[in-house]
């Protein structure tokens, strides 16, 4: 059973909308990430959180920001979602370093 | 910089073969290492883990070991499963401020039955 959520599983949205993808856990960690990944698999870092109010740009460059007001609660949001950001999703927690991570089951955008 | 290289997929194995998923790090210092699992649909999930030189992971059957003279981590199963069939990522972990996780591209795993 997954202790990080995230929301929506799956979403099809129009070229311009703004989007915002959830991820809570319920875990109390402060470390959370998202990642993207590609079709070919590859997992790329493109924000991470090391606690509340802390945020970084991760390896790949990305149009999204993040936000984390509340310990649990790490939102993904894109202000206009374009073609290029069709992809998967993943946000991930965890305790502390070298700790395992723990991810959600991930959001499928697809951007038309 | 510190980096993951894992064998390139698809694998595919007939059900009860013997499975071997090759792992290369390159890191400073001691890191801790991962195999993480991901099923069609889902997220990743942790495997299997070792933090220090000698150790041995092991989980539902598979094994790693933490090979600090060759620099690898690779993932065995005696006999493997259709429910097997999975992508497989190794990735390795640094305990500084830089607190990021280096994951490998990942190795498709297909299992005929």
């Known amino acids: 059973e997954a202790d990080i959520y995230q929301t929506p599983r799956y979403l099809v949205i129009g070229t311009g909308k703004k989007i915002t993808l959830e991820c809570s856990q319920t875990m109390g960690h402060d470390k959370m990430y998202w990642y993207q990944q590609d079709p070919g698999m590859e997992l790329h870092l493109i924000h991470y959180?090391?606690?509340?109010?802390?945020?970084e740009k991760g390896d790949l460059s990305s149009e999204s920001t993040v936000s984390r007001i509340r310990t649990e609660h790490f939102p993904l949001t894109l202000e206009s979602a374009r073609p290029s950001h069709t992809s998967q999703y993943l946000c991930?927690?965890?305790?502390?370093?070298?700790?395992?991570?723990?991810f959600g089951n991930g959001t499928r955008l697809t951007v038309t | 910089g510190d980096s993951v290289t894992q064998m390139e997929g698809p694998v595919t194995l007939s059900e009860e073969a013997f499975l071997t998923i090759n792992c290369t790090y390159t890191a400073t210092g001691y890191p801790s290492l991962f195999w993480y699992v991901q099923y069609p649909g889902e997220g990743l999930q942790l495997l299997l883990k070792a933090t220090k030189a000698d150790d041995k992971g092991s989980n539902k059957g598979f094994e790693a070991t933490y090979r600090k003279e060759t620099t690898s981590f690779h993932l065995e199963k005696g006999s493997v499963q259709v429910s097997d069939s999975a992508v497989y990522f190794c990735?390795?972990?640094?305990?500084?401020?830089?607190?990021?996780?280096?994951f490998g591209k990942g190795t498709r795993l297909h299992i005929l039955p």
């Open positions: 990735a390795l972990s640094r305990a500084n401020r830089d607190d990021k996780i280096i």
């Open positions: 991930a927690s965890r305790a502390r370093d070298n700790s395992p991570l723990h």
């Open positions: 959180s090391y606690g509340v109010n802390s945020t």
